[in-house]
């Protein structure tokens, strides 16, 4: 049973910089495209930035361009989202989702919950001054 694990999160003010990870215990995530995730309260969930599982192809909606990164290593079989320049609006629990079938669409990822079949548990990421 897939279990994806968030960690990383936490409260910095604006300006700041926060590293996520998603990693699973049991399974490797090398062959999976995942996905980041944000739901502020009273939001509706929303992509981030998402990797694919072959080519490193990667995709960041527009809020976080140039602010954020998305990495995996695979030796270690995390997927990292490095955060900076951080912004009160970034405030949200942040999630990572995996898809384990992206040759579907050529191996190029996108931010569409609905394409993710595994999600983790999330992690809270505040950003206050």
């Known amino acids: 049973q897939l279990h994806l694990v968030e960690s990383g999160g936490g409260s910095v003010r604006p300006g700041g910089s926060l590293r996520l990870s998603c990693a699973d215990s049991?399974?490797?995530?090398?062959?999976?495209?995942i996905g980041w995730f944000r739901q502020a309260p009273g939001k509706e969930r929303e992509g981030v930035a998402c990797?694919?599982?072959?080519?490193?192809?990667?995709y960041y909606e527009d809020s976080v361009k140039g602010r954020f990164t998305i990495s995996r290593d695979n030796a270690k079989s995390t997927v990292y989202l490095q955060m900076n320049s951080l912004k009160p609006e970034d405030t949200a629990v942040y999630y990572c989702?995996?898809?384990?079938?992206?040759?579907?669409?050529?191996?190029?990822?996108?931010?569409?919950?609905?394409?993710?079949?595994?999600w983790g548990q999330g992690t809270q990421v505040t950003v206050s001054s």
């Open positions: 989702a995996a898809d384990f079938i992206d040759w579907r669409s050529g191996y190029v990822c996108n931010t569409w919950p609905a394409t993710y079949d595994y």
């Open positions: 049991g399974f490797t995530l090398n062959n999976a495209a």
């Open positions: 990797i694919s599982s072959r080519n490193d192809d990667t």
